[in-house]
């Protein structure tokens, strides 16, 4: 079955970017999606297809996807950004991200 | 106001069955294709099941596939989850999902879930 893999946990300071990778075979050729869950909240989706932001979401969350790997970059980091994110593509079922826990010290 | 509003979660022994319940609302359900989402306590997430709008094409996770059944009635704006010989490592928050029409990958809107725990 297929697999996607982040890192378990990022840290970063304030106002720096943080990077989120997400590996997967071939994942370039699929779309990917992120979202954002704080604890003891409903996931939220921040990225779709790739690079794009549904309505209300910050311009400081970005995406992209190539080769194996899709990333979400968070520019500019604040505190209320702590939280997991879990990546999701489609490879004949729906499959979700191992998860990765930002930090913002 | 898009709403899903999950129910039926609860305690049951392993073995049992369990019927959960999504009611959908401020949208046309009847045009979207809908999930189920688990979450075990402090893990991550994990996809359970797919159905189309209408109904006709279904998918399941391997951990799950002859035990549960999705269903919608499009008349009631509602998606259900036929959950039978249930395990203890089926604990967890169920979550509905709304796949979202501008994207081939992704789930625009979630219910708050339903906590199933399994045990004895």
């Known amino acids: 079955s297929y697999e996607l893999t982040q890192p378990p946990s990022v840290s970063v300071s304030p106002g720096q970017t943080a990077s989120i990778t997400c590996s997967g075979d071939?994942?370039?050729?699929?779309?990917a999606c992120w979202y954002q869950q704080k604890p003891g909240q409903s996931p939220v989706l921040v990225i779709y297809e790739d690079t794009k932001r549904p309505s209300g979401i910050s311009e400081r969350f970005s995406g992209s996807n190539s080769g194996n790997t899709a990333t979400l970059t968070i520019s500019g980091t604040q505190a209320m950004d702590e939280a997991d994110y879990y990546c999701q593509a489609w490879d004949s079922s729906y499959v979700f991200g191992t998860g990765t826990k930002v930090t913002v010290l | 106001e898009v709403q899903l509003v999950e129910s039926g979660g609860g305690l049951e022994q392993p073995g049992g069955s369990l019927r959960l319940s999504c009611a959908a609302s401020?949208?046309?359900?009847?045009?979207?294709?809908m999930n189920w989402v688990r979450q075990a306590p402090g893990k991550g997430l994990e996809w359970v099941s797919y159905i189309t709008n209408g109904g006709s094409t279904i998918y399941y996770a391997d951990s799950v596939k002859g035990r549960f059944t999705i269903s919608r009635d499009n008349a009631k704006n509602s998606l259900y989850l036929q959950m039978n010989s249930l395990r203890a490592e089926d604990t967890a928050v169920y979550y509905c999902?709304?796949?979202?029409?501008?994207?081939?990958?992704?789930?625009?809107?979630w219910g708050q879930g339903t906590l199933v725990t399994v045990s004895s």
């Open positions: 071939k994942l370039g050729d699929k779309s």
């Open positions: 999902a709304r796949d979202s029409l501008d994207s081939s990958v992704g789930c625009d809107y």
């Open positions: 401020g949208f046309s359900f009847s045009r979207y294709e």
